[in-house]
């Protein structure tokens, strides 16, 4: 993160820590120019950011928003791409193995099911949930919640679908499914012949589309739902 920027005014806390869904999605419905920290409640006077700026939350530093060139419809472009990218992903090899002519190919589904069968079940469900289930479920709220904003409506079920994209975007791991690929593929190389397959590409591009989604932050879709004016 970079420095905060210094022009995010803060005001007292108004919220109890149970009514705290309720009460943001009331603040920012019923004022545009004010900011929610989804960490504390603070209250913040909404500002616009410079490109490569950030805001942060005076009472706990939480990021409240960043200067971000990559508007609502670019994002719902690379949310579009990203589901596109997974089922890619999910359909073709990722990686093909050459032992002395006997060639295998597994994707990663066929993968996890393999460490399942191995005896390792703890490691398949964590490799299902982290480098499959959650970016997936991460890119259908996306489309979810950014092509209603787009089309000018609020969602239905718009807080929960936020609360649940925070919590999902904290557990998708697929930077470090690739990294852990990678690293299989070159030590595999010494062995056999090893060859990253389609999967493999189509799951380093998710990686960046959902990297370059996730510094977008979420504040731009609690600001256009404010500015929309629909209750969630």
């Known amino acids: 993160m ?18 705290r869904a309720t009460v943001t999605a009331a603040a920012l419905a019923a004022r545009h120019d ?21 805001a942060r939350c005076r009472r706990c530093n939480a990021l409240l928003g960043r200067g971000h060139v990559i508007g609502t419809e670019k994002l719902l ?9 997974i089922i890619i992903g999910n359909s073709a090899p990722i990686v093909t193995l050459d032992f002395q002519g006997v060639v295998s190919q597994a994707t990663l589904p066929q993968a996890i099911e393999a460490t399942w069968n191995a005896g390792q079940p703890f490691v398949a ?12 479920v991460f890119t259908i709220l996306r ?7 787009v089309r000018g409506i609020v969602p239905r079920g718009f807080v929960p679908a936020m609360h649940m994209l925070a919590f999902v975007t904290r557990w998708g791991m697929a930077e470090v499914f690739m990294l852990g690929t990678l690293v299989a593929v070159v ?4 062995l056999t012949s090893a060859t990253p397959g389609i ?5 380093g591009a998710v990686t960046l589309l959902i990297t370059a989604i996730t510094a977008a932050g979420t504040h731009n879709l ?6 929309i004016g629909g209750n969630a």
Do not use: M, Q
Not at 2 to 17: E, G, N
Not at 38 to 51: F, G, K, M, P, Y
Not at 199 to 203: I, K
């Open 143 to 149: 489309l979810y919640l950014l092509g209603s904003l």
């Open 77 to 85: 472009a690379f949310a579009i791409a990203s589901l596109l990218l």
């Open 222 to 227: 609690w600001k256009r739902s404010s500015e």
């Open 187 to 190: 030590r595999c190389a010494s």
């Open 199 to 203: 999967g493999l590409f189509a799951y």
């Open 34 to 54: 004010l900011v929610v920290c989804n960490e504390c409640d603070a209250v913040h006077e909404r500002i616009t950011l410079a490109r490569g700026t950030v």
């Open 2 to 19: 970079t420095d905060p920027v210094p022009s995010a005014h803060a005001h007292a806390p108004f919220a109890p820590a149970a009514a």
């Open 125 to 136: 469900v964590l490799t299902a949930a982290t480098a499959l289930v959650f970016p997936l």
